[in-house]
């Protein structure tokens, strides 16, 4: 009897420690967009993009030009020089694709300028959530632009724009937002 009483109580105590805890969410988009050095990485990001794209494109161009006058020039030439043609056009076709997944593969050199354009702002803001959650006693942040699904969302708990705070950013004021306490209020 002591024990189920003991266990009753156990399982009653954990229930009133998960409901006290404090839960919080952030929009890490509204937070990027906000962020003016996030921009200037994407739109750098953007335009080293068209330039791989431009090169890997005018490669492809060339070789098809060469497909295009081997096909009209491989009735007259002799099978030893027709086949070195189409071995070097088959070559020159493989060294552009390598170029293209060494450009835009998962390793590639535009994952490594996002890694060193994007990953300090992006340290920066999980710095900023992780110092707001120790200071703000929350055992739980959730992104709302993440893969997390979320059905509603109350904006008291979006700590969004005290993320931009903390980091020392101006923001794009969000509609009026309510406080713990039910009144509006606007950051």
């Given amino acids: 009897m002591k024990k189920i009483v003991l266990g009753i109580a156990l399982i009653l105590a ?31 990001l953007d335009e080293f993009s068209a ?5 890997i494109e005018a490669k492809f161009s060339d070789i ?10 491989s009735v007259l030439l002799p099978e030893d020089v027709k086949k070195k043609k189409e071995d070097d056009i ?13 450009r835009f593969g998962k390793e590639g050199d535009l994952f490594r300028k996002r890694q060193e354009l994007v990953k ?18 929350y055992a739980v942040i959730f992104d709302k632009a993440g893969s997390l699904s979320m059905i509603y969302t109350n904006p008291k708990f979006d700590i969004s724009e ?26």
């Avoid at 098809?64 to 020039?73: G, I, P």
């Avoid at 702002?121 to 006693?137: F, L, M, T, V």
């Avoid at 705070?165 to 101006?170: H, L, V």
């Fill in 14 to 44: 954990s229930f009133s420690f998960v409901s006290a805890q404090k839960y919080a969410y952030v929009d890490t988009d509204y937070i990027l967009d906000n962020i003016p050095e996030y921009g200037d990485a994407k739109t750098s």
């Fill in 51 to 55: 330039k791989w794209q431009k090169e």
């Fill in 64 to 73: 098809d030009k060469l497909y295009k006058s081997f096909q009209t020039e």
């Fill in 90 to 102: 088959v070559k020159k076709e493989k060294e552009v694709k390598d170029l293209q997944k060494q």
């Fill in 120 to 137: 300090p702002i992006q340290e920066k803001i999980y710095n900023a959530i992780e110092q707001i959650a120790s200071d703000e006693g």
């Fill in 162 to 187: 005290d993320i931009l705070n903390k980091m020392g950013y101006t923001y794009n004021a969000r509609p009026e937002k309510e406080d713990a306490k039910g009144t509006q209020k606007n950051k």
